[in-house]
């Protein structure tokens, strides 16, 4: 691989890693979402059509987008935050299901099947690492504060955390504020990366490939998915050249390795404080 | 009028694949606890191996049908093997199982594209009879049903083994309470096993139908599947197999008439839209009953 398709490879990494930050957002809190890929389709959209039609500047347009995802981040939680585990995963998808549906049919405004074009102006080194060094950050941020607490206590146990004078669900909910915001960032570059979105931009397959790339990469540390989506985006480039087309195997293959063998991910601090302090306490998550 | 009953009867057709793919989805769901997103591509294999009997090893359609269903089955089994069960042995919990299944669909999906290759094909003619039974005014395909029997069969079929049969009592045991199960002598692996299979088995036929029925055998067909069934399956209900079978139907049903009164379009956006509805008002499923959560 020349330099230039490293370049292209590593700032698509870039935006993954947002879209999985955007799913461990949620992950944190103890709530399997699919969600993200639905908010990235709906300020990706908006951004095309704010920019290209309306006439807003890009900057505005992401700006607009981050507040409309954290705004949908909100309802969503409103519809799905009542069901139970395995449920909300699926209503989750199905909004991921519904949301190419409506990308579909609101020709008007999305261009149907035949997609529509994103200014690119956002498409740089500057803004993906800008984005995704503000998510980190506010994920850095929260970890040791009430919130990031309260969050991990509820994923281990909500019981428990609601015993603590924890509520699972207003946890949950800005949870789900921060995915939303996440995801509407990520959307709006991945336009922006693109310059062309369509029906199949934002559908299952970014949404577990990013949940692969989260669980590779460690669902209990927010450097986890940055890491994982890196090496999901990169690995799949480096086995292009043996694999051919076929590379997504190794993919599929090393999904189900790390989960059996590897069940916490590449960053696994409690591993390696288990490894460091043998005979000592290890304090958990 | 007869338009009407002739859309019915399209619906139902077209809704007892769904139907019957719910019905293994459901299977692995309920039974298990595992949401398989690897489904669909067993009804992918097993229409593409039905697909290569017939076609390169020139096995008359019935038998080709038998092996592509078996196919699948053992498909299924290896899955399970591979994936499902060093978790199980781990007790690794909701989400694990989730995240193994999705590696095992990017895996089957690319070898399927990469033994079949990205274009689509159908059954040769002659693999079921194709002159229309006409009947008071209606038109039925044979493979219609064929379609409606097997949906019909195979989710009674199910449901008796389930609820009438040891082999149903082991599955129940094993699916409240693995350990208990075994200590009263449950042989929990065979029964796990046989469960796979079973629920595979269903979606190789569910695919090879769908590919009988849409004239299409490619290597994205159980994916289309996995959409429709895992809605049929959240709109029936959790708990009981003939839920998602009777929801499959109205899924068909409900697609063929918002496409023919409707538009067209907006055929996925309905059935979609139901499911949401029914996940948010009634997330038990329609004809579910409310589980008491365990603390």
């Not at chain 1, 480039?237 to 069940?263: A, H, K, M, N, Q």
């Not at chain 2, 002739?6 to 989805?25: D, E, I, R, S």
Request: proline share 4%; glycine share 12%.
């Amino acid at each position: 691989m020349n330099l230039a398709a490293w370049n292209t490879t590593l700032q698509f990494a870039g935006v993954s890693a947002i879209f999985a930050l955007s799913i461990y957002a949620s992950l944190w809190t103890g709530v399997l979402s699919l969600a993200p890929v639905f908010f990235g389709a709906v300020s990706a959209f908006t951004f095309g059509w704010v920019t290209l039609t309306v006439g807003l500047p890009p900057v505005a347009g992401l700006v607009l987008a981050a507040a409309g995802g954290g705004l949908l981040g909100v309802l969503t939680a409103f519809l799905v935050l009542r069901l139970e585990s395995h449920y909300l995963a699926m209503a989750t998808i199905a909004l991921v299901l519904i949301g190419r549906v409506l990308v579909l049919n609101m020709e008007d405004f999305t261009g149907g099947v035949a997609g529509t074009l994103a200014p690119g102006d956002l498409g740089t080194w500057l803004w993906c690492l800008g984005c995704l060094g503000l998510a980190a950050y506010v994920l850095a941020r929260l970890r040791g504060s009430r919130f990031g607490l309260a969050a991990s206590a509820v994923r281990e146990d909500p019981a428990v955390a609601q015993s603590l004078g924890i509520n699972p669900r207003s946890v949950q909910l800005v949870g789900f504020v921060l995915s939303g915001v996440f995801g509407g960032m990520a959307g709006v570059l991945q336009a922006s990366f693109l310059q062309f979105i369509g029906p199949d931009t934002f559908y299952t397959h970014l949404g577990f490939t990013t949940l692969a790339a989260v669980v590779l990469g460690g669902a209990f540390h927010w450097l986890g998915p940055i890491i994982g989506a890196v090496v999901f985006t990169a690995l799949p480039e480096l086995l292009r050249g043996p694999l051919g087309e076929f590379d997504s195997i190794v993919t599929g293959l090393l999904l189900v390795v790390i989960i059996i063998y590897l069940p916490r991910g590449l960053v696994d601090l409690r591993r390696l404080r288990l490894l460091r302090g043998r005979g000592k306490t290890a304090v958990s998550e | 009028m007869t338009l009407v009953i002739q859309q019915l009867v399209n619906g139902l057709a077209l809704g007892a694949v769904y139907a019957l793919f719910g019905v293994g989805f459901a299977l692995i769901l309920t039974k298990m606890g595992i949401l398989n997103v690897a489904h669909g591509t067993f009804a992918t294999w097993g229409a593409l191996v039905a697909y290569f009997a017939v076609a390169d090893v020139g096995l008359p359609f019935p038998l080709a049908l038998v092996v592509g269903v078996v196919a699948a089955g053992v498909i299924g089994v290896l899955t399970d093997l591979v994936a499902f069960e060093p978790l199980r042995r781990r007790n690794a919990g909701l989400f694990a199982p989730i995240i193994a299944s999705i590696g095992m669909w990017i895996l089957l999906l690319t070898v399927a594209q990469a033994v079949f290759g990205a274009t689509a094909t159908s059954f040769p003619d002659h693999a079921v009879p194709s002159g229309p039974i006409k009947f008071a005014g209606l038109v039925i395909l044979p493979a219609q049903l064929l379609n409606i029997a097997a949906a019909l069969l195979v989710a009674f079929g199910l449901h008796l083994a389930l609820t009438r049969t040891r082999f149903g009592a082991a599955v129940r045991a094993i699916s409240a309470d693995p350990r208990s199960a075994t200590i009263v002598g449950v042989n929990a692996a065979r029964t796990l096993r046989l469960v796979a299979f079973t629920a595979a088995a269903i979606a190789g036929l569910a695919g090879v139908l769908a590919g009988l029925s849409s004239n299409n055998v490619s290597f994205d067909l159980g994916e289309a599947l996995l959409l429709k069934g895992f809605a049929a399956v959240v709109v029936g209900g959790y708990g009981d197999i003939r839920g998602a079978a009777l929801a499959g139907f109205m899924i068909g049903i409900l697609e063929v008439v918002s496409a023919q009164y409707i538009s067209s379009g907006f055929r996925d956006a309905i059935t979609f839209g139901v499911l949401l509805v029914i996940l948010v008002l009634r997330p038990q499923g329609m004809f579910g009953e409310r589980k008491l959560a365990r603390a």
